[in-house]
């Protein structure tokens, strides 16, 4: 298990720094800002967009840790926003200001098939694409049959409307 765990978190290094907003570098020559929009190439060499119109926006769950055997499964996942210029998500974009993003924690029982939600809102800076938000589990017992045994529950988060972006697809 430490070895997957260690595996695991290595290989979402690089995510946590992918996942920062961009920082400006002083002397660095700033890209031309227009009414509609401006392009920017990142540290990394991608070409993102900042634009003064509504983004869209995109979930993404990434699994994080996982443990499993004959009765129990444990998986933790981690949830990032990302922003992007166009319905199809196929340009990313910085937000030009920062914004409310709206957000739902749903718990879910699934050995007594019950679910219970909470609505949370998490302010987003300026200046990024890609913002971590938050994480979720899911956990399992099973007995000898394989039936759910004790317990078997998930958090998961899914986004709520809100102003500033679009959710649409």
């Not at 990142?42 to 993102?48: D, M, W």
């Not at 922003?83 to 749903?106: C, E, H, K, M």
Request: aromatic fraction near 12%; include cysteine.
């Amino acid at each position: 298990m430490k070895n997957t765990f260690l595996a695991a978190t290595l290989a979402l290094l690089p995510l946590m720094f992918a996942c920062q907003p961009e920082i400006d570098v002083p002397g660095e020559q700033q890209p031309e800002v227009t009414a509609v929009q401006a392009n920017a190439q990142s540290p990394e060499g991608a070409r993102t967009q900042e634009l003064t119109t509504t983004p869209f926006v995109t979930l993404e769950a990434v699994e994080t840790a996982r443990y499993e055997d004959t009765f129990y499964v444990h998986v933790e996942t981690a949830y990032y926003v990302t922003f992007w210029a166009d319905r199809a998500r196929s340009i990313p974009v910085n937000l030009g200001s920062s914004i409310q993003l709206n957000y739902r924690s749903t718990f879910a029982n699934y050995k007594y098939n019950t679910q219970m939600g909470s609505n949370l809102s998490t302010n987003l800076p300026a200046g990024g694409h890609s913002y971590y938000i938050g994480s979720g589990t899911y956990e399992c017992d099973y007995d000898a049959n394989g039936n759910i045994d004790h317990r078997c529950d998930e958090t998961y988060l899914t986004l709520r409307t809100g102003v500033g972006y679009d959710g649409s697809w």
